[in-house]
């Protein structure tokens, strides 16, 4: 694919980046995001619509965990007890099932998205399902997203399918930390193991979003629980963070396609009865998509 840079336009200001008032996040939201590095949104998706991502997560994770699956698709890490190989990653779910692809054009999670990243926002990136096996669940180490980004840092939306509390690894962050970054994670952890100075524990419900930014510091603890933990991450990141990351329109618009195409399909679906579709609408002409309802859409774009 062709990564040829283009000029990039300037960071857009706070003031921009927050849209009209559209069920998307408040300013007291924003402000704490900003302030905080992460935000837990309660209940965003409904009782009915988790019950369904469940069923297929269910599924997905008892195939893969059965029999180890050789597509780069599933990531596996070996249990130190049994030494068996254990299923912690699917990769882009909006291609395993339709219950995923409707997800990812649920209007609130897009428009939350706008909410934090502005209009030109490009969401679906790393569209992934981490999962704590049940008996042992991986730990996922402090750290911050390998981003490197050059204009705005990105976010992850992590989607909640499961309750998640100490049992079975619920989410850890340092507020601020994505500002105050005077610190040794190395050092840190060598002298305090999981439990950071001024790390906070983000308890969840089914069906509940934690944002975060991509350079905060966050983890979460290995798991010996009978109760799974599920969370479906995807990213959203400006579209001039990626052209300055090398990204083509090309992609950009193929990335594009695939979010509109997950927006028409969750609004012929049950799950997005009622709902009125969040529209995708850039500032940039290159970026604008035309898709149809019987064109093909290649779901599992790379890179970026």
């Known amino acids: 694919m ?3 840079t283009t000029n990039i336009p300037k960071a857009a200001t706070r003031d921009s980046l927050i849209p009209s ?3 998307g996040l408040t300013r007291e939201q924003i402000a704490s995001f900003e302030e905080n590095g992460f935000l837990h949104v309660p209940g965003v998706i409904a009782p009915e619509e988790v019950a369904i991502l469940q069923n297929d997560a269910a599924k997905i994770t008892e195939i893969a965990a059965n029999d180890q ?3 780069p698709d599933y990531f596996y890490t070996r249990n130190p007890h049994t030494s068996k190989m254990t299923l912690y990653r699917v990769g882009y779910m909006q291609a395993k099932t339709e219950a995923f692809l409707h997800l990812l054009g649920h209007p609130r999670i897009l428009r939350i998205a706008e909410a934090l990243q502005g209009r030109n926002v490009l969401c679906g990136g790393g569209f992934s399902m981490v999962t704590k096996a049940k008996g042992w669940g991986a ?4 750290h911050v997203d390998p981003a490197l980004c050059k204009v705005r840092n990105g976010i992850n939306i992590g989607i909640y399918l499961d309750d998640a509390d100490e049992s079975n690894g619920m989410l850890w962050v340092v507020p601020g930390s994505h500002v105050n970054k005077g ?4 050092e840190l952890i060598e002298q305090h193991g999981f439990r950071l100075p001024q790390a906070i524990p983000v308890p969840t419900k089914a069906g509940d979003l934690v944002i975060h930014s991509e350079d905060v510091l966050h983890g979460s603890p290995v798991t010996h629980s009978d109760k799974p933990r599920r969370v479906v991450y995807f990213g959203a990141r400006t579209i001039e963070e990626q052209l300055a990351r090398g990204m083509d329109f090309a992609w950009h618009r193929a990335m594009f396609r695939v979010v509109t195409r997950a927006i028409q399909r969750r609004a012929t679906a049950a799950v997005g009865k009622g709902e009125t579709p969040f529209e995708l609408n850039p500032t940039y002409p290159e970026c604008r998509v035309s898709v149809q309802p019987d064109d093909f859409i290649e779901l599992r774009v790379t890179g970026g």
């Open 69 to 71: 699956i050789t597509n």
């Open 139 to 142: 730990a996922i180490p402090w």
């Open 183 to 186: 610190y040794d994670l190395q």
């Open 21 to 23: 008032e559209q069920n």
């Open 2 to 4: 062709n990564t040829t």
